[in-house]
């Protein structure tokens, strides 16, 4: 073991920390009341309500399902423009939380408001009852299920042509892999179009410490023991943190960032000083722009996932999203 990979010191007993206790069967018993949830508000006749949203099952037998939001102006009979999709993903290191989590259904619902865009988030198999690949395997199949869908709002109020896939922490991390496994057989996916991928603070990892987790690992908020028993509850068992689905720089799959490149899509990624995985998120953010794919970053004060960098990331993402329509309209003139 190189002195790199040794993990600095901590005393946060990582189960505690996350709530979870492990069983004798090798799953987890989560505390459920340590992470709120909001139920969905399908009923358009509350008139209070500026975003709506259902849980519609995707796989029944995998009891995969998503959470989707429709801004409520899209109800009304004037409103006839079709509105970009945004498929959303989840964090929690691949073991907790949901798509009813209030934090992430708070902030699909913002972001369905605000753009306004219809937001489907699943809500994928977790760790290590499901280790990886199941996350990303579900994040296909829910990607060929909207393509056929027959839910209404999909087909009613859905622009197939402006997709993007986006995640906070293991959930930028699932959009990664989702956006090299979707540029990989992108015909299949017709009409889905995808034009961006939007990695908030996405999670990675390697064997080697980074200069970053040894400087940050023993921050209470995202200690670095805490990164690793994730990382060991979700990876394939005997795989190390230097596995393709933890580190992106030693993996195979970058090779398949020079198709984003072809099919002209775009990285967002973002991450803040105070977090120890901030130079994996630059690590990446350099190596899909060696690619010679267009990479917008943010990397400001914030640690991983705060309430301030989430604040910003709905900036950047509104920023971004209506920048690309503002193109397609440009276009449209000039045709």
């Not at 010191?9 to 459920?32: E, N, W």
């Not at 979700?234 to 992106?248: F, K, M, Q, T, V």
């Amino acid at each position: 073991m190189s002195k790199e990979s040794i993990p600095p010191h901590s005393t946060i007993d990582p189960y505690k920390f996350l709530q979870i206790v492990p069983d004798a069967d090798g799953t987890l018993t989560r505390d459920c009341n340590n992470y709120p949830i909001t139920v969905a508000t399908p009923d358009p006749g509350d008139h209070t309500l500026l975003v709506l949203s259902k849980d519609v099952h995707v796989n029944q037998l995998n009891n995969t399902w998503v959470r989707m939001f429709l801004p409520r102006q899209a109800l009304d009979s004037s409103f006839t423009t079709k509105l970009p999709l945004i498929v959303h993903f989840h964090g929690g290191g691949f073991i907790i939380l949901s798509a009813a989590t209030k934090l992430f259904h708070d902030i699909c619902s913002n972001i369905a408001a605000e753009l306004p865009a219809v937001v489907v988030s699943l809500n994928y198999r977790l760790a290590p009852e499901h280790r990886l690949p199941a996350a990303y395997n579900d994040a296909m199949e829910v990607l060929h299920w909207i393509k056929t869908a027959q839910d209404e709002w999909i087909q009613k109020y859905v622009d197939f042509s402006c997709c993007f896939l986006m995640g906070e922490s293991a959930g930028g991390n699932i959009a990664y892999h989702t956006g090299l496994r979707a540029a990989a057989e992108v015909d299949n996916l017709f009409p889905l179009k995808i034009k961006e991928l939007i990695l908030n603070a996405p999670y990675f990892g390697g064997v080697n410490r980074t200069k970053s987790e040894l400087r940050l690992g023993t921050n209470p908020l995202s200690p670095l023991c805490v990164n690793d028993l994730m990382w060991e509850l979700s990876l394939p068992i005997g795989a190390d943190r230097d596995h393709e689905y933890c580190n992106p720089i030693v993996g195979g799959g970058s090779k398949l960032l020079d198709q984003f490149k072809l099919l002209g899509w775009k990285v967002l990624v973002t991450g803040g000083n105070e977090d120890p995985l901030i130079d994996r998120q630059i690590e990446l953010s350099k190596l899909i722009e060696q690619k010679g794919v267009k990479v917008m970053s943010r990397f400001d004060v914030g640690g991983h996932g705060s309430s301030k960098d989430l604040d910003e990331l709905l900036k950047d993402v509104q920023a971004s999203i209506k920048s690309f329509i503002s193109s397609l309209a440009m276009a449209t003139e000039v045709v």
